[in-house]
Each structure stands twice: as structure tokens, then as C-alpha cells.
């Protein structure tokens, strides 16, 4: 039984630590939360009601955000952008450094939408929905 419980705990501490991923929006924007599919939409390049502010490519929120959203990973959702801007159906997303970047961006523009870490959430924004 303790050999159980002392495997269990070291899987615990080895598994590595995922961020609570919030979309959030500047606390003007009309939306009060967003369901899954209404968040994929604009982060898929699906509607253009609001700009979507990406996090930096590579970084760890970026592939859990799209992996938990919009069911595709980032590789994915980059192919899916190029066709879209190939074919001059849309731009790609502003993409900012962090999450404190994202959150800058989205303060400042009551149309953009970013994703980040719900620990980085304070009141220059507005959560409109928690991936689960």
C-alpha cells in the first residue's frame, strides 16, 4: 500500500505543470463569456468580429490553448492560417511574446481576443472563457 501511494506522488511531481488557459477579451467588449466553438471560430480564421492575438510560436500555452479549443495542434492550425492568408482570405493573427503581452494587446483594442495563463488575469481584461 505505501509502495502505491509513494508511486502515486511521484507521478504527481513528474508530470509536468500545465497553465489554466482563459480567453480573455478588453472588459469593454460587448461578449460576457464565449462558448469552445465561438473562441475556435476566431482563433480558425472563421470570423473576423474580433482580432485575435496569438501567444509566440513554440511557446507551451499556445499548443495546450489550440490542443483544448479548437481539437488541432499548433502545426495544424499553422497550415490551416497559410491557406487562409495564401488565398488572401484573411491575415495572420497578431502574435505577441507572453502572456502579459497578450493581455497589453487586448487591453488596449476593444475588439481583440487573446488567450492566457489565468494566473496573468487582472482587471485591464475579461475572461470569457476557461479551457477546461
Wanted: aromatic letters at 6%.
Amino acid at each position: 500500500m505505501n509502495r502505491l501511494m509513494i508511486a502515486v506522488i511521484a507521478c504527481a511531481l513528474a508530470a509536468p505543470a500545465m497553465a489554466e488557459v482563459v480567453v480573455v477579451a478588453n472588459p469593454k467588449a460587448a461578449e460576457a463569456s464565449m462558448t469552445k466553438d465561438q473562441v475556435a471560430q476566431f482563433f480558425l480564421g472563421k470570423s473576423s468580429a474580433m482580432t485575435p492575438v496569438d501567444q509566440a510560436e513554440g511557446a507551451p500555452i499556445r499548443a495546450e490553448f489550440y490542443k483544448k479549443v479548437t481539437d488541432k495542434d499548433a502545426s495544424q492550425v499553422k497550415a490551416l492560417w497559410s491557406k487562409l492568408v495564401f488565398t488572401g482570405k484573411a491575415t495572420m493573427p497578431k502574435e505577441a511574446a507572453d502572456s502579459a503581452a497578450v493581455k497589453k494587446a487586448v487591453a488596449a483594442d476593444p475588439k481583440a481576443i487573446g488567450y492566457i495563463d489565468k494566473a496573468a488575469v487582472d482587471g485591464t481584461v475579461k475572461v470569457l472563457y476557461t479551457a477546461p
